[in-house]
């Protein structure tokens, strides 16, 4: 299949760089190591106690944009192996992310884990979605008991992922974390 992170992230100015500081004869093994789009059970644990994420957009101009969304743990779905998707809840009205992924629809996930320092890179291409019509959708993506206004549904087609290193991941704590940290002292 050839859906390696590498083939999106390794242009010819990222192996440039990487021969240059000496990198490149590692990352080189890891462009043969096998693909990465489907999630295994262990992403799929990951993403289900996710409370938020960043989310990368790219408007027609070539600008990228970040946006951090924030739910309860599990707001973003685990539809399949290749799919995640969720509810897109009304926000500040700008509308950035969601004409850049009209536009472009490219776009990536970074999920972060501070108490245990790991994070998750997946690249996605974005679908958005209309409520009217798509009801059963809406039934999988809403969190119920959030409260919050659903304006459209996001589907998010999975590309590629990675893992990365933890060595500079500072820890943090939710209030939620650190009491449990508390109570187990």
Request: negative net charge; glycine residues 8%.
């Amino acid at each position: 299949m050839d859906q390696n992170f590498t083939k999106m992230a390794f242009t010819q100015s990222v192996k440039d760089v990487q021969e240059a500081f000496g990198s490149r004869k590692h990352y080189a093994q890891v462009e043969d190591s096998g693909d990465r789009y489907e999630l295994t059970s262990r992403e799929i644990s990951y993403l289900q106690t996710r409370d938020s994420f960043y989310i990368s957009s790219v408007g027609e101009n070539g600008w990228p944009y970040i946006q951090h969304r924030g739910g309860p743990k599990g707001f973003l779905k685990v539809l399949d192996s290749q799919t995640l998707g969720m509810a897109d809840y009304r926000g500040n009205g700008q509308y950035i992310s969601t004409g850049n992924f009209n536009a472009i629809g490219k776009s990536m996930l970074f999920l972060m884990d501070y108490p245990t320092q790991n994070r998750l890179k997946i690249w996605i291409e974005t679908e958005v979605v209309e409520i009217i019509d798509n009801e059963e959708l809406l039934k999988k993506l809403i969190d119920d008991g959030y409260g919050a206004s659903v304006q459209r549904l996001l589907l998010f087609h999975i590309k590629a992922y990675d893992w990365n290193c933890s060595q500079h991941i500072t820890q943090r704590f939710t209030l939620e974390e650190f009491q449990n940290l508390a109570e187990m002292q």
